[in-house]
């Protein structure tokens, strides 16, 4: 069982920074990566950034250039520093740690735990 708490969320102006936080306790064998989501008022959730357990990274196309996520071991936390965030970049986002499924055909790296979210708004 993993848990994740997450923090640092709050208003912005455009062009402005901030960094997410997320505390990782626990502990999953099947750990194959730990990412940020988020969602946006009226749609879905997605994922934004993730490092995976092959050390790679994976994000999405907006960010690549503004976000940066990383991992302090000895405190087991997880981190998205945001730069340059636009007013499109408000949502609610979510740290993630996901697991390997071993139900799947190709044991698939899916995402099984969830924080409970911080409010990021950026305002003009």
């Known amino acids: 069982q993993v848990h994740l708490v997450e923090s640092g969320g709050g208003s912005v102006q455009a062009g402005g920074s901030l960094q997410l936080s997320c505390v990782v306790s626990?502990?999953?064998?099947?750990?194959?990566?730990m990412g940020w989501y988020r969602q946006a008022p009226g749609k879905e959730r997605e994922l934004v950034m993730a490092?995976?357990?092959?050390?790679?990274?994976r994000a999405i196309d907006d960010v690549k250039d503004r976000f940066t996520i990383f991992q302090e071991r000895a405190t087991d936390t997880l981190y998205l520093r945001m730069n340059s965030l636009k007013i499109e970049d408000t949502a609610v986002y979510y740290c993630?740690?996901?697991?390997?499924?071993?139900?799947?055909?190709?044991?698939?790296?899916?995402?099984?735990?969830w924080g409970q979210g911080t409010q990021v708004t950026v305002s003009s």
């Open positions: 993630a740690s996901m697991s390997v499924n071993l139900t799947t055909t190709k044991y698939a790296c899916e995402t099984r735990y």
């Open positions: 490092k995976l357990g092959d050390g790679s990274t």
């Open positions: 626990g502990s999953d064998n099947l750990n194959c990566g």
